[in-house]
C-alpha cells in the first residue's frame, strides 16, 4: 500500500516537473515575441515639458507615453532613464543606450553621428520674453539678451540671427534653467520648440510673459526617436512606431496630451 502511494506520487511529481520544464521553456523560446527580445537601454532629457518631464519623481510625458506604445508594439522591455541632454547624446553615440527620445529634432548634421526613426511630431521654434518688449518677429531678438538650451536647435537657430558664440547669447544646460533666467531677468527672451513655449505660458501666468512665432525665421522641424549609428533595434522600433501611427494609437496619446487629432499626413519624413 505505501509501496503503491509512493509510486502514485512520484508518477505526479515526475509529471509536475515535467510540465514545469516544457512551460518555461515555451517561454524562453516563445513565439509571441515579447520573451525572446532583450531589455533595451532608453535615455531621455526629462526636462522638456510637455514631451518628457518629472512630475513626481517619474519620467512622464507625450515622448514617455508614445513610447511605452511602441515598446509594447515592438516587444521589447526597456528601462528608461533620465540623464539629461548632453549625457543622453554621448550616450547613443557611444551604443551605450539603445535609444533616445526626448522632443529630439531630426536633422542633417545629427544624421552624421547618429540613427533616427520616421518623424513622430512636427515642431518649430518660439521667442518668449517677458510683457511690454514689444517682440513681432525672429530678428527682434537681435539686440536682445537672449536664453538657450546648449546644443538644440534652438541655440542654432538664435545664433543664425545674433552670430554664433555671440556674447549676447546665453546658453543653459537645460530648457528649464533658460526659462527660469528669463524669469529673473538675466535674458530678454528664450527661444525653443514651440509646444514648449505654449506649455510654460500657459501654466506660468505669474511669469508675465508672452511668445510669438515666425515661420520666416523659424523653420518647421521633425522630431524622431534617435539611435546610435548602425543599430540593430532601430528597424523593428521603427516599424512598431509606424503601427502605432496606423492604428489609431498615436492618435489617442495625441488627444491625450494636446486635446486635439494629431494630422498624421506631415509625419512622412
Ligand atoms: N528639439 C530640440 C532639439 O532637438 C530641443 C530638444 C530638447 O531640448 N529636448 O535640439
Request: a negative charge; glycine letters at 8%; aromatic letters at 8%.
Amino acid at each position: 500500500m505505501n509501496k503503491l502511494i509512493k509510486g502514485i506520487m512520484i508518477l505526479l511529481l515526475t509529471v509536475l516537473v515535467a510540465c514545469g520544464t516544457s512551460d518555461e521553456k515555451e517561454q524562453s523560446d516563445g513565439t509571441n515575441g515579447s520573451n525572446d527580445k532583450p531589455t533595451l537601454s532608453v535615455v531621455t532629457e526629462a526636462g522638456f515639458m510637455p514631451f518628457t518631464y518629472l512630475d513626481k519623481g517619474e519620467v512622464v510625458g507625450f515622448d514617455i507615453d508614445l513610447l511605452a506604445a511602441v515598446m509594447d508594439e515592438a516587444g521589447y522591455d526597456y528601462q528608461l532613464e533620465n540623464v539629461g541632454w548632453d549625457a543622453m547624446l554621448l550616450s547613443v553615440e557611444k551604443g551605450e543606450a539603445d535609444l533616445a527620445i526626448a522632443g529630439i529634432t531630426v536633422n542633417d548634421e545629427r544624421k552624421e553621428s547618429y540613427d533616427f526613426s520616421s518623424a513622430y511630431f512636427e515642431s518649430t521654434h518660439k521667442v518668449v520674453f517677458r510683457e511690454g518688449e514689444g517682440i513681432t518677429s525672429g530678428e527682434d531678438i537681435k539686440d536682445l539678451k537672449v536664453g538657450v538650451q546648449s546644443g538644440t536647435t534652438g541655440a542654432e537657430a538664435v545664433e543664425k540671427i545674433l552670430g554664433k558664440n555671440h556674447e549676447n547669447i546665453s546658453k543653459y544646460d537645460s530648457n528649464t534653467l533658460a526659462l527660469m533666467s528669463l524669469q529673473s531677468g538675466d535674458v530678454d527672451a528664450v527661444v525653443t520648440d514651440n509646444v514648449v513655449a505654449d506649455e510654460y505660458v500657459a501654466n506660468n501666468p505669474e511669469a508675465n510673459v508672452e511668445m510669438i512665432t515666425d515661420p520666416d525665421t523659424f523653420e518647421s522641424e521633425f522630431y524622431g526617436i534617435m539611435f546610435p549609428k548602425d543599430s540593430d533595434v532601430k528597424e523593428d522600433i521603427n516599424a512598431a512606431l509606424q503601427t502605432v501611427i496606423d492604428n489609431g494609437t498615436y492618435s489617442e496619446i495625441y488627444q491625450e496630451w494636446f486635446g486635439a487629432e494629431p494630422d498624421t499626413d506631415v509625419l512622412t519624413q
